[in-house]
């Protein structure tokens, strides 16, 4: 399967964006979908997964509360809503897609190319 993530942009402090991944196949329902972030200088951050039957979420501490995963396995899309922006969100997102539910960039073997997300102060 393949990713594509869309929705990136330059947005204010407070403001709201939300990111678009589509899977190039209907076997998306079969995987955990999850975005990633990386600041320059930074490794790769989690910051939330989705699971395959939509009943089960899980956030990085930093985004929670402000950031919300979501899927339509009938669309093989997956999202991340982002609200509150803060300036230290500023990073490159990736959606990903594994197997099992995780919170390492290691336990994902595909990969999104990445959608550029730039919060202003």
């Known amino acids: 399967v393949q990713l594509q993530a869309s929705g990136g942009g330059f947005v204010q402090a407070g403001g709201s964006l939300s990111l678009s991944c589509v899977a190039s196949?209907?076997?998306?329902?079969?995987?955990?979908m999850a975005w990633f972030r990386q600041a320059p200088g930074k490794e790769r951050e989690f910051v939330g997964f989705?699971?395959?039957?939509?009943?089960?979420?899980h956030y990085a501490e930093s985004v929670k509360g402000r950031f919300t995963v979501s899927r339509d396995n009938a669309k093989n899309t997956a999202y991340l809503q982002m609200n509150n922006l803060k300036p230290e969100d500023t990073a490159v997102y990736y959606c990903?897609?594994?197997?099992?539910?995780?919170?390492?960039?290691?336990?994902?073997?595909?990969w999104g190319q990445g959608t550029q997300v730039t919060v202003s102060s």
């Open positions: 990903a897609a594994s197997g099992s539910l995780s919170d390492s960039p290691n336990d994902y073997p595909i």
């Open positions: 196949e209907r076997t998306f329902s079969s995987y955990v």
């Open positions: 989705i699971s395959r039957t939509l009943s089960r979420t």
